[in-house]
């Protein structure tokens, strides 16, 4: 069992494996039953309350593992902070669940989806399965993804044209944040300073710094990529 154990805990998740895919697969089951759920409810409040007590699920499992983060490793701030756009989001997406605010939405919505694709799709997590960060790495993003997918499909929220551009500039705000956390901690939060361990889609756009320069480039159009769906079904419910 020990050397089980440390097969499992020494390993790094690699891209197409069954830690990677495996999570994924569960979420995609599990947000279709939640939401087909949560549609036959008549009650607006009980469906708020539901993903409510989701979200707070979610953040939960941010807060659990930085305490046990800080009681039981050699908690670093330069690296374990929860900065990491993802982290960071998970601790707040109560707020937005509770109030359910479409100024929210409309900036999350393009965080959420952009800030969580790069994770699922090329996940960095130093210690695989059954490892706390594992299971936190993927409550957090894939938990995310299920929450904004409930607010657009239950809710019936979606996001307008000119929210492209208002997210693009919380993300700057949140950017500038981060620059100067890095700059007093000397750490590398956001990727800022040195592209992640694990392979990412970060290693397609060169070396420091212009791999920051190519994605601020690209934020837009990916934003404006997350958007198209919306516009083409507000297109169609027109012509209908």
């Not at 937005?96 to 999350?108: A, H, N, P, Q, S």
């Not at 790495?137 to 044209?161: D, E, Q, S």
Request: with cysteine; hydrophobic share 50%.
């Amino acid at each position: 069992m020990i050397a089980i154990s440390r097969f499992f805990l020494l390993q790094r998740v690699s891209i197409g494996s069954l830690e990677h895919l495996t999570p994924i697969i569960v979420a995609a089951l599990f947000s279709i039953w939640f939401i087909r759920r949560a549609k036959k409810l008549q009650s607006l409040d009980q469906q708020q309350k539901n993903l409510h007590w989701f979200a707070i699920g979610v953040s939960l499992t941010v807060v659990c593992f930085h305490l046990y983060q800080i009681f039981n490793t050699n908690y670093n701030v330069k690296t374990d902070l929860p900065l990491y756009l993802c982290s960071l989001l998970a601790l707040l997406i109560p707020l937005f669940t509770y109030y359910r605010k479409y100024w929210m939405f409309e900036v999350l919505v393009f965080l959420i989806i952009s800030g969580t694709l790069q994770g699922v799709i090329t996940p960095d997590i130093p210690e695989g399965f059954p490892s706390f960060d594992y299971f936190r790495y993927w409550v957090v993003h894939l938990g995310l993804l299920i929450i904004i997918f409930y607010a657009i499909f239950v809710f019936k929220m979606k996001p307008k044209f000119k929210s492209v551009f208002k997210s693009f500039f919380v993300l700057q705000f949140y950017v500038l944040i981060i620059i100067a956390t890095n700059y007093m901690l000397d750490a590398n939060y956001f990727y800022l300073n040195k592209k992640p361990e694990s392979a990412s889609l970060l290693d397609y756009f060169g070396d420091w710094p212009y791999y920051i320069i190519v994605v601020q480039i690209i934020v837009i159009p990916l934003f404006m990529l997350i958007y198209l769906p919306f516009y083409i079904f507000k297109k169609q419910s027109k012509l209908h």
